[in-house]
């Protein structure tokens, strides 16, 4: 599929299905720098041209880990959206993120400031979090990321388990009323969507590279919404597998797990 096709179905599912935006990453993700400045021409409306066109969807990266200055400096460069912190388990590491990324962009020439998150992804985050909201750092913080998949694992239970559901519940409901922004994934399937959505105070739900706006639009049918992004995703990985064919069986494994997911109602 050529990149303004894809953009083109950007925007039609910012639309039509709640999708906010797009997300990259050299975490999980595993991307390099080709890949990732292919995720930023589709977020633009001029996908095959400068880096100069008017945004599809913001753009979002998760870097490395909370100091990862070199993936930091990068997304600085291609006018990342957003930048998202992953493993980020203590104040400490909080606070370097911050001002790791701050040093950074005050040097970039790219006068564009993205916003700074990072993911709360373990029991020792999670005990922590009242110590985030009491760090000065959380002042440049928008948002909190809640990865439910290495949540519930560092707990040894399921992502669907009931104590999961719970705290990341109560984890929202203290985000919420610190006037932060959140987003939660991890496990997204049509058979928990609709009571994620219902349940779960969330200011957006994401896969592994789509963000989802939870909004009124999404909670009147979220299985709908879900499926038709999740496709939208299966088609991304063939046109990455087509572009850097050294990463085609990547690609291609990703495409049969999201395709099996799909006929089973198990997304991710």
Not at 24 to 52: C, K, W, Y
Not at 105 to 121: G, H, I, R
């Amino acid at each position: 599929m050529k990149l303004k096709d894809l953009s083109k179905r950007l925007a039609n599912l910012k639309d039509e299905a709640s999708l906010y935006g797009l997300k990259g990453g050299t975490e999980v993700e595993d991307m390099d720098d080709a890949e990732l400045l292919l995720f930023r021409q589709i977020s633009l409306q001029n996908p095959e041209g400068h880096l100069d066109g008017p945004i599809v969807v913001p753009l979002v990266i998760k870097i490395g880990g909370p100091e990862a200055r070199r993936d930091i400096r990068f997304c600085t460069s291609i006018g990342a959206d957003g930048i998202l912190a992953p493993m980020v388990e203590s104040t400490y590491a909080l606070k370097n993120f911050v001002e790791a990324a701050q040093t950074i962009v005050a040097e970039s020439q790219n006068t564009k400031k993205p916003l700074l998150s990072f993911n709360l992804e373990t029991r020792t985050a999670y005990a922590n979090l009242d110590n985030f909201f009491d760090c000065s750092s959380m002042v440049s913080i928008t948002q909190i990321t809640i990865g439910r998949g290495d949540f519930s694992q560092s707990m040894h239970l399921s992502v669907d388990d009931e104590e999961v559901q719970l705290l990341t519940r109560s984890i929202l409901q203290k985000i919420q009323r610190n006037g932060k922004e959140s987003s939660v994934g991890g496990g997204l399937s049509l058979n928990n969507i609709r009571k994620m959505a219902d349940s779960l105070p969330a200011t957006r739900f994401n896969t592994r590279h789509m963000i989802i706006k939870n909004d009124s639009s999404f909670r009147a049918d979220p299985q709908a919404k879900l499926l038709r992004i999740l496709e939208l995703e299966i088609d991304l990985y063939g046109t990455l597998a087509e572009a850097f064919p050294s990463r085609e069986l990547y690609y291609q494994k990703r495409t049969i797990i999201l395709k099996e997911r799909i006929k089973q109602g198990d997304f991710i």
